[in-house]
């Protein structure tokens, strides 16, 4: 878990992006759709930065450390769900 908190108005904008699922102090939980698109887009050579970037987040809030760990997170899931299916 990231040592970065949201403020009120962080925790605000973050509610906004169709994206986020619900957000805490503490936590970001991201739509199943955002993590979809970030594995397409991954596969096609985007750095995370700029996906998530692209997708209507801002790094200074969230934090890179952030978006790296979710990106290692989300990039494990597929490939061990994608495994099993072959």
Do not use: C
Request: no cysteine; net charge positive.
């Amino acid at each position: 878990m990231s040592k970065i908190h949201f403020t009120e108005k962080e925790i605000d904008l973050l509610t906004i992006n169709p994206y986020v699922k619900s957000v805490s102090s503490k936590s970001i939980t991201y739509t199943d759709e955002f993590k979809r698109i970030f594995i397409a887009e991954s596969k096609k050579g985007k750095l995370p930065r700029l996906i998530f970037e692209e997708n209507g987040f801002d790094i200074d809030i969230i934090g890179i450390v952030r978006v790296q760990r979710a990106a290692s997170r989300w990039r494990t899931a597929f490939r061990e769900s994608w495994s099993k299916r072959t």
